[in-house]
C-alpha cells in the first residue's frame, strides 16, 4: 500500500511540473505598429500586431485572422510543440473573401509560410510569422510578419 502511493504522489507531482496550471501570462506589448514595413536587424517585418481571437487585420490584399487560441497540452516534454501555448491563424485573399490557408504557430516561436500555406502567393509580399506572445488569459495575440518590401 505504501509503494502505491509512493508511485501515485510521484506521478501527481510530475505532472504539476509538466502541466498548464503555472503558466505566466505575458504583458501587453507597447510596440505594435500595424501594416508598417520596418527592419529588424536584416529581417523585413511587414508589421506588428495584438489580435483577439475572431479578430483580423488586413493590407488591402491579405486578411489574417485569429481562428483560434490553443491553451497548451500536458504532454511530459516541455520541448513539444504542443506543451506551448499556440494561435491558428488564417489568411484569405481579401478580393475574393476566399481562406488561402491556416497554420498554427506556437509561443515565441513561428515558421515560414512555406508548409501548410504554401499557397501564399509571392504577391502579398509576406513569408512567415513569428508570435512574439500569447495571453490566453486575455485572449490575445502579439505577432509578426516577415517578408519582402
Do not use: H
Not at 6 to 11: D, E, F, G, M, R
Not at 83 to 94: G, I, P, Q, T, W
Not at 121 to 126: H, K, N, Q, T
Amino acid at each position: 500500500m505504501t509503494k502505491v502511493l509512493l508511485v501515485a504522489l510521484s506521478i501527481s507531482i510530475w505532472l504539476q511540473g509538466c502541466c498548464p496550471g503555472r503558466r505566466t501570462e505575458p504583458n501587453y506589448p507597447t510596440d505594435v505598429s500595424g501594416w508598417r514595413d520596418t527592419k529588424e536587424g536584416t529581417t523585413k517585418l511587414r508589421g506588428s500586431f495584438v489580435l483577439k481571437k475572431g479578430e483580423q487585420t488586413d493590407n488591402g490584399k491579405l486578411q489574417i485572422t485569429v481562428s483560434d487560441l490553443l491553451s497548451p497540452e500536458c504532454t511530459g516534454d516541455a520541448g513539444d510543440f504542443a506543451a506551448r501555448a499556440r494561435v491558428k491563424l488564417k489568411f484569405s485573399r481579401l478580393s475574393e473573401k476566399q481562406a488561402i490557408c491556416s497554420e498554427v504557430f506556437p509561443e515565441t516561436g513561428g515558421g515560414e509560410l512555406v508548409g501548410g500555406c504554401a499557397g501564399i502567393p509571392s504577391e502579398f509580399g509576406v513569408f512567415g510569422v513569428s508570435v512574439r506572445a500569447i495571453n490566453l488569459k486575455e485572449g490575445w495575440v502579439s505577432f509578426v510578419l516577415t517578408g519582402d518590401y
